[in-house]
């Protein structure tokens, strides 16, 4: 059976087979979403530049050259390939595939013997030209130079045919001189040619291209100038590593500085800094003063051998080998020479200006002292005190009628208030001793007298209420002599001035004699300066935080001003007057209230207004850690102190926790507690502070279960139900008599009573006598008092206790007795013991239990 394939049907789809999808001198570019195309690539022959600077090379003449080597003749094109007759079968179709993909390859393969074939020509034909130049040079080297050169010799143009033996024949170089005037004249008239200087090419490691198999040459000059890591690391083979472009562009910004500031980096001079060191310095508190790299520091330790971070502290003397080392100059101190020098800073004359005079009012208490001052102000403070006595020192400053001002110290009179009273009189101008005409001197009055004589101050003698019944001024200024105070009325140089401070009598002779006083004494002070202060009172307020009563002495304190006092630092916020307004400013002798402290400073510490926050800080905590030293350190032991120690120990401990409205009270506070102490209980303060009782203050009271103290101070609500829940006691007081009352009551209490025991017989033991089957009756002859049944009686032998017991029985002659007298015979039992012999001592006392007192 036949089959017709001219009539069989074709397929709808093209057969499949091998086909080359890219033609030689073609890419294939590849798309997302399988789109393709391509490119096709022209390759373009690499262009020979000569160097910038070298004479461009003149052709060859072909008369006198050899003739090169004639390049082999090009291959004939292929013949026209023949028209391509149309598939009509599936073998036919196959046959054709296969014959356009073997004429794909061969005119692959003829175009690639074209190009190395080309290539072949231009290197032979490079290297004949090469072989020319060089022997164009040797012979030009070699030609004898002509006799007479000719005056003017142009140099010929660069575009001008150059005739050399080689390549010009004999006779071009016999040319007439008509022929080489127009040339010379035409090389004259050309413009000078422009010339390049040559640039060196930085040195380069020397690449020798690399053959393959097929002989074909590979250039790696691309690749010659990446950096890597055996290039890094193998200084010796290649040039040291370009700077990178942002080091040359800092550089170029840097010389531009330099340039703009009319400075050269070369005429820098290293700037020599004063370097000033303590005792202990850290190594980047010193790279920074001297204005170094505190790695640079670190470095030279660890080749003096010292392992060292940059945190650590170094010593004086390892500091100045550094300092030197970097070519500063060193200047020691010490740490204490931190302290601010009071006594170095003295005011010129000419600078100094008429101040007010201080005057402080001392006395006994309820003498009328605050009365008095009351009078002189028009106010009524003492109605304000409680109990009626003054408890804090107050500073107030009054304007009298003829305008002068005075500036008053109001200081306590009860016994506790010893500091305060000394602290007036060492910051005072004047002191006004108050006595009263119907009551004389008393110990608080002696007191204050030897205060006035240690501080130096004169005195006035005010003899107040002499407007009572029994006042007897005269019989006060014979009393003073006791304590060497002669008034003016007895010729003696002390101002006296008899007051009354209720009906307000000659109260203007007692200003007329503080003016006079202030007079004599020409009080002056600079007010252009820096202030100081010493601080009357200080104090914790809920709202505004620690507050300190402050007497300007020199300088003017103003708003904002910075400054340290004791161990406590700050920045003036407010200054508030004695009157409750706010000022901006307060010269000398003014007392005003300071705002802005970080904590309550003590009573009587020097107030000093410094540059700024570091210079006060540094003085502050110096302060505190002299304080914290002073504190925890031992005093030497010796045998003093060792049984002065162990006796301390032996006595019991009252532990109290103390918290006052204000730092004078509290201090005054703690000093009566310690005076009440005696050598069985002494008084422990746990705490002593000012402002309202805390939850920490419960805390620390509970742990040693000792009571709080409020004087003028209560317990918020979270303190007082933490001491609900724990048990604490609180104990309020508003008057210092019974504050201390109350608490020698509780020491007497933690001792307990006092057992006090009273002799009364003895009687020496004649016999021994059995009495029933254990207990034994003794003999005696009363010999000093009674013998009376239950009385405490103890044996003695030879001076030495045996026993102690009850007489449980006293009989004289059979009959039981109440007592029997010295000089009589008696026979007793004693209780629980049987062990007495004839010869010993029977002692007979009665004890009591006595409530103790402190």
């Known amino acids: 059976m036949s089959e017709d394939t001219e009539n069989k049907p074709t397929l709808g789809r093209k057969p499949l087979g091998l086909k080359r999808s890219v033609e030689a001198g073609e890419v294939k570019q590849t798309f997302s979403h399988g789109r393709t195309n391509k490119v096709v690539v022209e390759v373009k022959r690499r262009k020979l530049v000569g160097k910038p600077g070298e004479a461009p090379v003149a052709a060859p ?30 073998a036919s179709r196959r046959e054709l595939q296969e014959r356009l993909l073997r004429e794909a390859e061969e005119a692959r393969l003829s175009s690639l013997e074209e190009a190395r074939r080309r290539e072949t020509e231009e290197k032979q034909r490079a290297a004949e030209e090469a072989r020319l130049r060089a022997e164009e040079q040797r012979k030009a080297a070699e030609a004898p130079a002509p006799a007479e050169a000719p005056a003017a010799s142009p140099e010929p143009a660069p575009d001008a045919p150059v005739a050399t033996e080689a390549s010009a024949p004999a006779p071009a170089a016999a040319a007439t001189e008509q022929q080489a005037k127009p040339a010379a004249e035409e090389a004259r008239a050309a413009p000078p040619p422009r010339r390049f200087t040559p640039v060196a090419p930085a040195p380069r490691p020397e690449i020798k291209p690399k053959k393959t198999a097929g002989a074909k040459v590979v250039d790696n000059r691309r690749q010659s100038g990446k950096l890597t890591v055996s290039k890094a690391l193998n200084e010796g083979d290649g040039g040291a590593r370009a700077r990178s472009l942002a080091a040359l562009k800092r550089a170029r910004d840097k010389e531009r500085r330099l340039h703009m500031s009319g400075q050269s980096r070369d005429a820098q001079p290293k700037q020599v800094r004063d370097v000033v060191v303590p005792e202990v310095i850290t190594i980047q508190e010193l790279a920074n003063r001297m204005a170094e790299k505190g790695s640079d520091l670190v470095k030279s330790l660890f080749k003096l051998g010292m392992m060292v971070t940059i945190n650590e502290a170094i010593d004086q003397d390892t500091a100045e080998l550094l300092v030197e080392e970097f070519g500063h100059k060193i200047t020691r101190v010490s740490d204490s020479d931190v302290e601010i020098d009071h006594d170095a800073d003295v005011d010129a004359d000419e600078t100094l200006s008429p101040r007010a005079p201080v005057v402080t009012i001392m006395g006994h208490v309820d003498h009328g002292k605050t009365s008095l001052l009351d009078a002189l102000r028009g106010t009524d403070v003492v109605a304000g005190e409680a109990g009626g006595i003054t408890q804090h020192i107050g500073a107030y400053q009054v304007q009298v009628a003829s305008g002068d001002k005075i500036t008053f110290l109001d200081t306590p009179g009860h016994s506790a208030f010893s500091e305060m009273r000394a602290r007036g009189a060492n910051v005072t101008d004047i002191v006004i001793l108050v006595v009263a005409a119907d009551d004389g001197l008393m110990p608080q009055t002696i007191e204050a007298i030897n205060h006035t004589k240690a501080a130096g101050v004169p005195m006035i003698v005010a003899i107040n209420k002499v407007d009572k019944d029994g006042a007897n001024p005269q019989k006060i200024r014979e009393r003073l002599l006791e304590h060497e105070v002669i008034v003016e009325a007895m010729s003696g140089e002390v101002q006296d001035v008899e007051v009354s401070a209720l009906k307000k009598i000659n109260l203007e002779g007692l200003v007329d004699k503080i003016l006079l006083q202030a007079e004599l004494l020409e009080l002056k002070a600079n007010p252009d300066r820096a202030a100081e202060a010493v601080v009357i009172e200080a104090k914790l307020d809920k709202g505004r935080g620690p507050v300190a009563t402050v007497l300007v002495q020199r300088g003017t304190l103003k708003k904002g001003d910075i400054f340290v006092v004791g161990e406590q630092s700050g920045k003036v916020r407010a200054l508030i007057n004695d009157k ?21 400073p003590s009573a009587g510490d020097k107030l000093t207004v410094v540059e700024n926050e ?23 032991a010796n045998i003093d102190t060792m049984f002065s120690s162990l006796a301390a120990n032996r006595a019991k401990e009252y532990p109290v926790l103390v918290k006052g409205d204000v730092q004078g009270s509290v201090e005054a506070i703690v000093t009566a507690l310690n005076k009440i102490s005696t050598d069985d209980i002494k008084a422990r303060v746990l705490h002593a502070g000012v402002g309202a009782i805390t939850e920490s203050d419960v805390t620390l009271a509970k742990a040693s279960n000792a009571p709080i103290i409020g004087f003028n101070v209560r317990a918020n609500a979270q303190a007082r139900a933490l001491a609900t829940r724990d048990g604490v006691r609180f104990k309020y007081f508003d008057v210092i008599y019974d504050l201390l009352d109350d608490i020698r009551g509780e020491m007497a209490g933690v001792l307990g009573p006092e057992r006090i025991e009273t002799i009364v017989g003895r009687a020496e033991i004649k016999e021994i006598f059995p009495a029933g089957k254990k207990d034994k009756a003794a003999g005696l002859l009363v010999t000093d008092g009674i013998m009376r049944k239950g009385l405490y009686a103890r044996i003695t032998r030879d001076d030495v206790i045996v026993s102690k017991t009850v007489i449980a029985s006293l009989r004289r002659f059979k009959d039981d007795v109440a007592e029997v007298r010295a000089g009589l015979e008696c026979g007793v039992v004693l209780q629980d013991t049987n062990d007495i012999k004839p010869g010993d001592i029977l002692e007979t006392f009665d004890v009591e239990m006595r409530d103790r007192t402190l």
């Open 614 to 636: 570091q210079r006060a800080r540094e003085v502050a905590d110096y302060r505190r850690q002299k304080a914290l030293e002073k504190r925890t350190t031992m005093a030497p």
């Open 61 to 90: 003449a072909p008369a006198p050259a050899p003739a090169p080597t004639p390049a082999p003749e090009a291959a004939p094109p292929p013949p026209p390939p023949a028209p391509r007759p149309q598939p009509t079968t599936m």
């Open 580 to 600: 409750g307004k706010q000022v901006n400013s307060a010269g000398p002798s003014e007392p005003v209230e300071v705002l802005g402290l970080t904590g309550v």
